[in-house]
């Protein structure tokens, strides 16, 4: 116990070091950097097709005008990303069981020992009941889960990679700091260029592989969730 106590601090002053360093201060912001990160995404690909040259057309491929399509195309074009999430969930479970059992053993003859029974058990004893059990488990539970979220947000996103069938890999981040609270969005996926809307926007149910996070930090944060130490306790507690 001596021990453990010294571990539990020097874990707790490890997590709050970041937290520590900026007190009395707004929660820093991240520098700007490349979104989608170094690593590229493998996606199951068709086998490349070669687009078959057309001699004096006006019409160019892939275009879906005979003017400049503005919409994300290319690694590095941007994209808005309509987030609109209205989610309702409502689970209700009842479970009961019970169960009784009751068992009975007897050995009036074993080996010819039963005529000692008596000198080793004086007070008497019956072979036949040599040993009796019963018993009675009951259980019951009840649960219920109701569910509502509502995320209405736009975000700029980055094309990081361009597959070769023409899918778009894109992300982006928005950080809004409003005095001591700081508000991060991310938002990652796969798009198809045929759903990006005149606008240059897309909807994120047409995002595949989406990733939407919407979070925070600072002052009014640190009061909604439990602190480090009873963090650690729900997680090594058994019981």
């Not at 912001?29 to 690909?45: F, L, Q, T, V, Y």
């Not at 019951?140 to 990679?161: F, K, N, S, W």
Request: charged residues 20%; contains cysteine.
């Amino acid at each position: 116990m001596k021990r453990t106590l010294p571990l539990l601090l020097l874990l707790s002053l490890g997590g709050c070091s970041e937290r520590l360093a900026e007190l009395g201060r707004a929660p820093s912001m991240a520098p700007i950097e490349n979104p989608g990160g170094a690593r590229p995404i493998s996606m199951p690909m068709p086998a490349a097709q070669t687009a078959p040259a057309e001699a004096n057309s006006l019409w160019r491929q892939g275009s879906r005008t005979f003017l400049r399509d503005q919409r994300a195309a290319q690694v590095g074009d941007l994209v808005t990303v309509l987030v609109a999430i209205e989610d309702r969930a409502q689970l209700q479970n009842t479970t009961e069981r019970s169960r009784a059992n009751s068992e009975s053993l007897g050995l009036p003859r074993l080996l010819g020992l039963d005529a000692s029974y008596g000198r080793l058990l004086p007070n008497g004893f019956d072979p036949s009941r040599l040993v009796s059990g019963a018993s009675d488990s009951s259980s019951a539970g009840a649960g219920q889960i109701q569910r509502t979220e509502t995320v209405t947000l736009r975000v700029a996103a980055t094309v990081t990679q361009a597959l070769p069938n023409g899918n778009l890999v894109v992300a982006g981040r928005q950080q809004v700091r409003v005095n001591h609270e700081l508000r991060d969005l991310q938002v990652s996926g796969i798009i198809r260029p045929q759903d990006i809307a005149s606008d240059n926007t897309v909807k994120h149910d047409r995002l595949a592989e989406a990733r939407i996070a919407y979070g925070g930090r600072g002052t009014m944060s640190d009061v909604q969730q439990p602190r480090y130490g009873q963090q650690l306790l729900d997680i090594i507690l058994p019981f």
